[in-house]
Nanobody, 121 residues
Framework: QVQLVESRGGLVQAGGSLRLSCAAS????????MGWYRQAPGKQRELVAR???????NYVDSVKGRFTLSRDNAKNTVYLQMNSLKPEDTAVYYC???????????????WGQGTQVTVSS
């Protein structure tokens, strides 16, 4: 009932920048929290950045000071600005949204299909 449309990732040299976007659409819903996870080959999926409806943000330590998560509430869209990229940032990045669906109890978790970000040395 909720689709997450992610922008394409890309290939960037170390030290470069890239911006990812994720837009939530579908039937009537409200967003409780939204953010980005990533998964490198052979690694566990980890939270990169997350923002709640109240505006609270959380970043994994390895990206603090380099990545910035922002939102456009009117468009149900979040943006992940990634600066000073490192080869260690190479991963598939997944958008995630925790939403409340109108007419249904509780909250639900939705995921984007993932987009590849590759940082070369």
């Amino acid at each position: 009932q909720v689709q997450l449309v992610e922008s394409r990732g890309g290939l960037v040299q170390a030290g470069g920048s890239l911006r990812l976007s994720c837009a939530a659409s579908g039937s009537t819903f409200s967003i409780n929290a939204m953010g980005w996870y990533r998964q490198a080959p052979g690694k566990q999926r980890e939270l990169v950045a997350r923002i709640t409806s109240g505006g609270s943000t959380n970043y994994v330590d390895s990206v603090k000071g380099r990545f910035t998560l922002s939102r456009d509430n009117a468009k149900n869209t979040v943006y992940l600005q990634m600066n000073s990229l490192k080869p260690e940032d190479t991963a598939v990045y997944y958008c995630n949204a925790d939403v409340t669906l109108i007419g249904l109890p509780g909250s639900y978790d939705f995921w984007g299909q993932g987009t590849q970000v590759t940082v070369s040395s």
